[in-house]
């Protein structure tokens, strides 16, 4: 998708974007293996934050050439930067115990000085049933009652109260998941694709991050249009149920600055794949092809944004969605290797990013 016309102010109804983030799978591939893959991730967030970025986030993928377990990799990730948020996009809770995942994320968040920034996703999944475990209830109502599990465990309410004293656990002890982090919760966003998910996340009084895939909008509503009702949706239920503004919002899109054109050619490329391969686009050697290459039924994906400086800014700026948001969280291509990812962060950083009225964290 590119616009031809360069634009030079924030548009009236633009947010300035406080901050700017980034999305990768952490790949790898059947040459180089995994362990290079989760290298290399570490040296891309160890690079974004030498660029001034103040969010990375790491995609969750089962069972593939993906993270699966980004909570010990930002504790990794962690010992080796110092102030950007590290934060999952996104954790289906369908198939998280909550407890663990709590405990787990609370270590990883003491490890890491307070910088970490879950989103979690309730959307209904049913394809790794048959090796996580089935469950009575549908997939939606059972991800919806692990969310509410999770929230209460890293709040440091009690789960339970020992009524029968046993080994090494007395008579009326009360349990709560330790290490406990206090302001963990206040850091934790749903990962939304629809209106309902965001008033829920408002509901529940956690943050919001809109991803690539969307479901529930309108015949003919574009992508922004609706990302931008989905935001609105948020924010209002926020100021109707807690009384405030609502938190920070973020967006994850893909923003390909080309700066050469061999890198708008490229880009132009994978935008080409993306429209007409969808979610079966960019994927590493040796990664699952999809059951399908199309989004779910009644779904649609986000386009790309790519083109010259000019062109992206412009298309940017006339984006509902990108407008309404906070936050860019820069969606990168998985099969991208590290000096390609590096690229375009920088690219960004220095030719879009400011632009947007955004300021590098250093």
Known sequence: ???????????????????????????????????????????????????????????????????????????????????????????????????????????????????????????????????????????????????????????????????EASQGVPQGAELRVTPHSPSLRSRIRQGSASVDSAVQAAELGIGLISGTVQHGQDEGETFGAYQARIIEAYRSTWRKTWGTEAPSVAVAASILVGTTPELREKYAAYDFERRTLGIAASRPKGALAPGSQTAPAGAQISPVFQGTPDQVIEVVFNDPGLAAADEIVLFLPPAYGLSENIRLLNDLAETVAPRLGWSPTR
Do not use: C
């Not at 998708?1 to 059947?30: C, E, W, Y």
């Not at 993928?61 to 504790?75: Q, V």
């Not at 090796?131 to 009652?145: I, P, S």
């Open 1 to 163: 998708m590119t616009i031809a016309a360069p634009a030079h102010t924030l548009p009236a109804s633009f947010r300035p974007k406080q901050r700017l983030g980034f999305n990768t799978r952490v790949s790898f591939n059947d040459e180089a293996g995994p362990a290079q893959g989760l290298r290399e991730g570490i040296d891309l967030f160890k690079a974004a934050e030498q660029l001034g970025f103040q969010s990375g986030w790491a995609y969750q993928r089962h069972f593939d050439h993906y993270l699966s377990s980004p909570l010990p990799f930002f504790a990794a990730a962690g010992q080796h930067t110092s102030r950007i948020t590290l934060g999952s996009a996104v954790i289906p809770m369908r198939y998280q115990d909550p407890i663990l995942l709590a405990e787990a994320a609370g270590t990883t968040d003491l490890l890491i000085g307070g910088r970490l920034e879950l989103a979690i996703a309730t959307g209904a999944n049913g394809a790794f049933d048959a090796v996580f475990g089935a469950v009575d209830t549908d997939a939606r109502t059972e991800a919806k009652r692990r969310q509410a599990r999770f929230l209460a465990a890293i709040s440091g309410e009690v789960l339970h109260t020992v009524v």
